[in-house]
């Protein structure tokens, strides 16, 4: 199995603090089955700043450790990209990652609400040969009050992933609720993830 949106990495964002909280992560994901796990920090999210360069030393970084502990597990680079207007200039000049060197591209969404913008970035991401998949959907309020406007994205190429804890009550009943339902529609572009 792979787990494509994990905070695996330490001190770049509210992931673990040391290398051996990534290790205890990276063992509880083989114990889990999980062969390859793709780290996504948040970027442009609060104070969390992290380019691409940066994650892809720290993911170097961490699989060495990994393989100096025994363990068979790869890590990839990607990023968990809050939602802006220069996503397709930032893939462009290497400040941005993909999932895994992918056309997939992990976009968070605010909390509140969808950006005006947000459809017409998604359909020139598109045009640029990327794939937006939106990073737990079900968090978003203007998604709880509307579920219909998540799937106008997925309809029109976007993907979904749905946060595993979310279905389990992590995040309160009601994303609980949502989560289930959108799961339940089997529209055939959710993925869900082990670990964000």
Not at 175 to 186: C, L, M, N, P, Y
Request: with cysteine; net charge negative.
């Amino acid at each position: 199995m792979i787990d494509i949106h994990c905070h695996i990495l330490n001190q770049l964002d509210d992931g673990p603090k040391t290398e051996t909280g990534s290790l205890a992560m990276a063992q509880q994901a083989i114990a889990e089955g999980f062969t390859d796990i793709i780290a996504t920090p948040h970027h442009l999210k609060g104070d969390y700043f992290n380019l691409r360069p940066s994650v892809a030393e720290h993911v170097a970084e961490l699989n060495e450790a990994i393989k100096d502990n025994g363990m068979e597990l790869q890590v990839h680079v990607g990023q968990e990209v809050r939602l802006h207007g220069e996503i397709i200039e930032g893939l462009k000049n290497g400040d941005l990652a993909s999932l895994a060197g992918s056309r997939y591209v992990l976009i968070e969404f605010p909390t509140q609400s969808i950006p005006v913008f947000t459809e017409q970035l998604f359909y020139d991401l598109q045009m640029a040969g990327y794939v937006p998949v939106i990073a737990h959907p079900e968090r978003n309020f203007e998604i709880m009050e509307n579920p219909e406007r998540l799937y106008e994205f997925v309809s029109h190429g976007a993907l979904a992933q749905l946060t595993w804890s979310s279905l389990d009550g992590k995040f309160g009943e009601k994303v609980e609720e949502i989560e289930r339902d959108f799961a339940g529609k089997s529209v055939g572009s959710l993925f869900g993830d082990g670990c964000a």
